[in-house]
């Protein structure tokens, strides 16, 4: 990933990974997905990097739908000031929005700001957590949608406007105040970073199929997140998976 944020190869994404072959046995895709836990790629032609510790979904999490029944799980790992995942983000809301009836696709966020590019991103993170402590799942859901909508990214928002951000989606003002400049938060920002790391992000955004139980790296053949894919390769990808 380009300056740990995204990657752009010389070779178009669209043909390093489709046209997708789709091997439900190993829950893997062709040329663009390898397994985790392992330091081999799949089809056992390359070495990748060495075994990720992807943690479990939890109630803790942040979920869209329901990954208990859903067909595909999508764990984003993101930075609220990273453009890549601002773009990636759009991407994700409207394949998700696309599927909720179905029940088919499940959507988790999880925290990984680079704090070395974006000093702000950490606060904004935790900004986020306030809202889910104040308003539950749906609010933090907006909120994160109101961050990503207004920021210029790459450390352009004014954290001044966090407060405008949580009247706009409803929350109690001086509540959200309370608990953002409390730092109350911001422990379980670090937590999410050092998970993230674990987890084999090296850059954002940085995305996790889970399927039947088996978590599927959107990486390529060195193990390097794929970064931004755009909604039509997504859309392949989900379309292929999901039937």
């Known amino acids: 990933m380009e300056n740990t944020e995204q990657k752009q190869s010389n070779m178009s994404l669209q043909t390093m990974i489709i046209p997708i072959a789709i091997i439900i046995a190993g829950a893997l ?27 479990p979904i939890t109630s803790a999490d942040h979920v869209l739908g ?16 990273c453009p890549f995942c601002k773009v990636y983000h759009e991407t994700l809301s409207k394949l ?31 900004a986020t957590e306030c809202a889910a402590e104040l308003g539950g799942n749906v ?17 352009g928002l004014d954290l001044a406007n966090l407060y405008d951000f949580a009247d706009t989606v409803g929350l109690n003002a001086k509540a959200f105040k309370a608990c953002l ?25 940085y995305a996790v199929l889970v399927m039947d139980g088996k978590n599927v790296p959107l990486v390529d053949k060195d193990g390097s997140g794929l970064g931004a894919l ?14």
């Not at 907006?142 to 920021?151: I, M, R």
């Not at 755009?230 to 039937?243: A, C, E, G, S, V």
């Open 29 to 55: 895709i062709s040329g663009g997905i390898y397994m985790s836990g392992t330091s081999k790629k799949v089809d056992g032609t390359s070495p990748i990097k060495a075994a990720a510790v992807i943690e």
């Open 139 to 155: 609010v933090f859901w907006k909120y994160l949608a109101e961050v990503f909508s207004n920021t210029p990214t790459n450390n």
């Open 96 to 126: 998700y929005d696309e599927n909720k009836a179905s029940g088919k696709l499940a959507w988790v966020f999880r925290h990984s700001p680079i704090v070395e590019l974006h000093s702000k991103a950490p606060k904004e993170a935790e």
């Open 181 to 205: 400049d409390s730092g109350k938060y911001a422990t379980k920002i670090n937590e999410q970073i050092l998970a993230a790391k674990k987890a084999g992000v090296e850059g954002t955004p």
């Open 230 to 243: 755009t909604y039509p390769q997504m859309k392949q990808i989900l379309d292929q998976l999901i039937k």
């Open 66 to 81: 329901d990954p208990k029944t859903a067909k595909v799980t999508i764990i984003e790992y993101s930075d609220l000031e």
